[in-house]
């Protein structure tokens, strides 16, 4: 079983910025952060192998979403750059402790592991 526990969610303003954490209570192939907007389903916003291997994004953050692991700590940053009101969000970290066909997926319904989550908003 793993925990996920996140840190860093709260409100900024638009053009901002926000860094959000995660920490795994142990190892696990694949982490990520999904988010999810009042009234619209989830979205994997990123994903990062935990040992090698290059970060994915959506296509609605990226070049503004950077996601970074420090695997000897089991830890995942989400840096977040010039918010958007739409960034607003529950944000979640998930983690999968596979790869799927040797890769991390973006799918939240891959996920098998998640945080309790932390609000991001953005005005």
């Known amino acids: 079983h793993v925990q996920l526990v996140e840190s860093g969610g709260g409100s900024a303003q638009v053009g901002g910025s926000l860094r959000l954490s995660c920490v795994a209570s142990t190892y696990t192939a694949c982490m990520g952060w999904v988010r999810q907007a009042a009234g619209k389903a989830r979205e994997g916003v990123a994903v990062i192998p935990i040992t090698s291997g290059s970060p994915y994004y959506a296509d609605s953050v990226r070049g503004r979403f950077t996601i970074s692991q420090n695997y000897l700590s089991s830890t995942v940053w989400l840096q977040i750059a010039s918010l958007k009101p739409e960034d607003t969000a529950m944000y979640y970290c998930?983690?999968?402790?596979?790869?799927?066909?040797?890769?991390?997926?973006?799918?939240?319904?891959?996920?098998?592991?998640w945080g309790q989550g932390t609000q991001v908003t953005v005005s």
């Open positions: 998930a983690a999968n402790l596979e790869r799927s066909g040797g890769r991390c997926s973006l799918d939240a319904n891959r996920y098998n592991y």
